[in-house]
C-alpha cells in the first residue's frame, strides 16, 4: 500500500475534500432531493442522522485505509455539490484477495449533465491505484439508471455482472457490477453481495 490521498485534491473544476461534521448539512441537502434518486427511491436518506452515519463510515475509511469518499465542491464558489470517491469493501477484511474498491458518485441534480461525475469518478479512480493500486475498482448501479453507466464506461470499466439487485424492494430492477480489470471469485462473492 502507498501513501494516503491529501485531504484536498483539487480537478480541472472540483476541489474534492475529506469530510467533517460541518459538511453534514450541505451532504444532507444534496442526498436528500428525491432527483438524485429517481434510480432507487427507497435509498433516499430523509433524515440528516443518516447522513451523519454515512459521513462517519468514510471518514473511517480515509482513517483504515487512507482513502475514502470525498466532499465534493465547486472550486470556483466552494458550493458542495455532491460526494463520492472510492471506499474500500470486502466480504472479509483480512483477505486481501476478496477486497475491492466501491467507485460512487452523487452529484446535485442542478449540476447534472456536467461532467462532473466523470471528472470525480477519473480523481477517484487516480486515487484508489496510489493507495492500493493491486484492487480492483468496481461501480454498482441498477441497469435503468444509463447516466451512471455512461460514467463507469468514459471512465474505463466494464461491465462484468447482471443480476437481479438483491434487497431492492422491485424485484425487476437488474444490478450492474463494472470494474476495471477482471475479479478473482472472491471479488466476485463480495461484488455480488
Not at 487512507?66 to 474500500?88: K, P
Not at 452529484?107 to 484492487?135: C, F, K, M, N
Given at each position: 500500500?502507498?501513501?494516503?490521498?491529501?485531504?484536498?485534491?483539487?480537478?480541472?473544476?472540483?476541489?474534492?475534500?475529506?469530510?467533517?461534521?460541518?459538511?453534514?448539512?450541505a451532504?444532507?441537502?444534496?442526498n436528500?432531493?428525491?432527483?438524485v434518486?429517481?434510480?432507487?427511491?427507497?435509498?433516499?436518506?430523509?433524515?440528516?442522522?443518516?447522513?451523519?452515519?454515512?459521513?462517519?463510515?468514510?471518514?473511517?475509511?480515509?482513517?483504515?485505509?487512507?482513502?475514502?469518499?470525498?466532499?465534493?465542491?465547486?472550486?470556483?464558489?466552494?458550493?458542495?455539490?455532491?460526494?463520492?470517491?472510492?471506499?474500500m469493501?470486502?466480504?472479509?477484511?483480512?483477505?486481501?484477495?476478496?477486497?475491492?474498491?466501491?467507485?460512487?458518485?452523487?452529484?446535485?441534480a442542478?449540476?447534472?449533465?456536467?461532467?462532473?461525475?466523470?471528472?470525480?469518478?477519473?480523481?477517484?479512480l487516480?486515487?484508489?491505484?496510489?493507495?492500493?493500486?493491486?484492487?480492483?475498482?468496481?461501480?454498482?448501479?441498477?441497469?435503468?439508471?444509463?447516466?451512471?453507466?455512461?460514467?463507469?464506461e468514459?471512465?474505463?470499466?466494464?461491465?462484468?455482472?447482471?443480476?437481479?439487485?438483491?434487497?431492492?424492494?422491485?424485484?425487476?430492477?437488474?444490478r450492474?457490477?463494472?470494474?476495471?480489470?477482471?475479479?478473482?471469485?472472491?471479488?466476485?462473492?463480495?461484488?455480488?453481495?
Amino acid at each position: 500500500m502507498s501513501s494516503p490521498i491529501p485531504s484536498e485534491t483539487l480537478t480541472e473544476r472540483l476541489a474534492l475534500r475529506r469530510p467533517a461534521p460541518g459538511d453534514a448539512e450541505a451532504v444532507f441537502a444534496v442526498n436528500s432531493d428525491p432527483r438524485v434518486w429517481t434510480h432507487f427511491p427507497s435509498l433516499r436518506p430523509t433524515e440528516s442522522a443518516q447522513i451523519t452515519t454515512m459521513i462517519e463510515r468514510w471518514s473511517r475509511s480515509w482513517e483504515a485505509r487512507g482513502l475514502g469518499s470525498w466532499v465534493v465542491r465547486l472550486q470556483e464558489t466552494g458550493e458542495v455539490i455532491g460526494n463520492g470517491g472510492c471506499t474500500m469493501i470486502a466480504s472479509d477484511p483480512d483477505v486481501p484477495s476478496a477486497r475491492l474498491w466501491n467507485l460512487g458518485y452523487r452529484i446535485a441534480a442542478d449540476h447534472h449533465g456536467r461532467g462532473y461525475a466523470t471528472e470525480l469518478s477519473r480523481a477517484a479512480l487516480h486515487a484508489a491505484a496510489q493507495v492500493d493500486p493491486d484492487v480492483p475498482v468496481i461501480a454498482f448501479l441498477v441497469e435503468h439508471n444509463r447516466a451512471s453507466a455512461a460514467v463507469a464506461e468514459k471512465v474505463g470499466l466494464r461491465l462484468v455482472h447482471r443480476a437481479p439487485d438483491p434487497g431492492n424492494p422491485d424485484p425487476a430492477v437488474m444490478r450492474l457490477v463494472y470494474a476495471d480489470r477482471a475479479l478473482s471469485p472472491a471479488q466476485r462473492e463480495t461484488a455480488m453481495r
